[in-house]
């Protein structure tokens, strides 16, 4: 038997996504091997987390809980009439680490997934239609992940927003085969979005 207090760390540790009960031990066995102040660091910032992170009303990124709306919006160099939507707030740092992109974003809050009990109505849509109005939005950017549940939030979005808006321009980031992948390797739905968006030579 384990001591009780480690334990729990480790009970508390296998709740992470992709954290099984040796990854949980071996990680509650070197919180406690290694220099206290460690511990006491990351349970500091976990203490503060929920009241320090707020979701921004305007675009749902994640904000710092001083901050009204996102400071990705609010910044008068970015174009408020092109939004990227994509399915989760991380989702925008991965964009804006490419530092090609300077219009705005919307989260929608996840994916289309009947199994999971996630329809329209949860996702950040209505939301969305406010902005196009409020902000005059000429282009949406659909940027949802290369999945069953992404491809299906896209097709909803893309029908939905064409019949509201005629004239809006409505575009998708590219899908394809990404540099250096076998063709042997490459799942069905890249395949399938390679030979979609097949380019002339």
């Not at 990124?61 to 399915?87: G, N, W």
């Not at 974003?105 to 949860?122: K, Q, R």
């Not at 490459?186 to 395949?191: E, N």
């Amino acid at each position: 038997m384990l001591p009780e207090a480690l334990t729990r760390v480790i009970e508390a540790l296998g709740h992470l996504p992709g954290v099984g009960p040796r990854t949980a031990e071996r990680y509650a066995y070197f919180l406690f091997r290694s220099n206290p102040q460690i511990s006491d660091n990351i349970a500091e910032t976990l203490s503060a987390l929920h009241s320090g992170v707020k979701s921004c009303p305007k675009t749902f990124a994640l904000i710092d809980s001083k901050d009204q709306v996102s400071p990705l919006y609010s910044d008068e160099a970015r174009d408020k009439t092109t939004v990227l939507v994509v399915e989760e707030p991380l989702d925008i740092y991965a964009i804006e680490a490419t530092k090609q992109y300077k219009g705005t974003y919307h989260v929608l809050g996840g994916a289309i997934s009947p199994i999971d009990g996630i329809t329209p109505n949860e996702l950040h849509i209505k939301e969305l239609i406010t902005r196009i109005n409020e902000d005059s939005v000429s282009e949406i950017i659909i940027a949802t992940n290369p999945s069953v549940e992404g491809e299906s939030t896209a097709l909803l979005l893309q029908k939905l927003l064409t019949e509201k808006y005629p004239d809006l321009r409505i575009t998708r980031l590219a899908r394809g085969l990404p540099l250096g992948i076998d063709l042997s390797y490459a799942d069905q739905i890249t395949l399938s979005a390679a030979l979609n968006n097949r380019t002339k030579l």
